[in-house]
């Protein structure tokens, strides 16, 4: 069975910037399309940002675009999010994801079952 570990949260100011880590187990991730997401508190889980197998492709949802960076190390097995000009809004506990496609993660993601712990980012004004 998949494992997804996140780490790399933190308390930062507004304006700062966060670099986190995802590292996958159990799957060849050169196989996955791989994502991030995340829930603030009292809202519905969403989609941030997918990257394609190769790395060659990436998606961005438009809160974040431009701001933050997708970007994956197939040999690590591991997956990373920059996030840069960060924003109180911003505050979330941030999940990583993998799927065979990438619009997978973009639209299908709540049928994912297997879900890390999370790592929390909390951006104070």
């Known amino acids: 069975q998949v494992q997804l570990v996140e780490s790399g949260g933190g308390l930062v100011q507004a304006g700062g910037s966060l670099r986190l880590s995802c590292a996958v187990s159990?799957?060849?991730?050169?196989?996955?399309?791989m994502g991030w997401f995340r829930q603030a508190p009292g809202k519905e889980r969403e989609f941030v940002a997918s990257?394609?197998?190769?790395?060659?492709?990436?998606q961005y949802s438009d809160s974040v675009k431009g701001r933050f960076t997708i970007s994956r190390d197939n040999a690590k097995n591991t997956v990373y999010l920059q996030m840069n000009s960060l924003k109180p809004e911003d505050t979330a506990v941030y999940y990583c994801?993998?799927?065979?496609?990438?619009?997978?993660?973009?639209?299908?993601?709540?049928?994912?079952?297997?879900w890390g712990q999370g790592t929390l980012v909390t951006v104070s004004s």
């Open positions: 159990g799957r060849t991730v050169s196989s996955y399309a």
């Open positions: 994801n993998i799927d065979r496609l990438t619009e997978y993660l973009k639209t299908r993601y709540r049928n994912l079952e297997v």
């Open positions: 990257i394609s197998l190769k790395g060659l492709t990436t």
